[in-house]
Nanobody, 124 residues
């Protein structure tokens, strides 16, 4: 399994932007589909976005489509989540996750490795 470390969270006003990064250990990063989930207080962890091993295919939750962009740099073992037009309802702890597969899934149980999470707070 890969070890994942997120960074880039913080406090931002509504309408602002943040970019999250997730650095992965190991030499097989390109064999992993990567994803982002988030969990708000009192709510279940929910899917945000995912990207195929090669970066060619991406998938997004309807709630972030058009505002968030997931990307990856396999040379740097890093996946990113660019978040624009942030809303207060985007406030949550954001988790990076990995799945050693060429198939991207959106359900929680389909992912194996998880980072420790990074807090994103959007003020109104």
């Amino acid at each position: 399994q890969v070890q994942l470390v997120e960074s880039g969270g913080g406090l931002v006003q509504a309408g602002g932007s943040l970019r999250l990064s997730c650095a992965a250990s190991g030499r097989t990063f390109s064999e992993y589909a990567m994803g982002w989930f988030r969990q708000a207080p009192g709510k279940e962890r929910e899917f945000v976005a995912a990207i195929h091993t090669s970066g060619g295919n991406t998938i997004y939750a309807d709630s972030v489509k058009g505002r968030f962009t997931i990307s990856r740099d396999n040379a740097k073992n890093t996946v990113y989540l660019q978040m624009n037009s942030l809303k207060p309802e985007d406030t949550a702890v954001y988790y990076c996750t990995a799945r050693r597969s060429t198939v991207v899934v959106t359900y929680l149980a389909g992912w194996g490795s998880w980072g420790q999470g990074t807090q994103v707070t959007v003020s109104s």
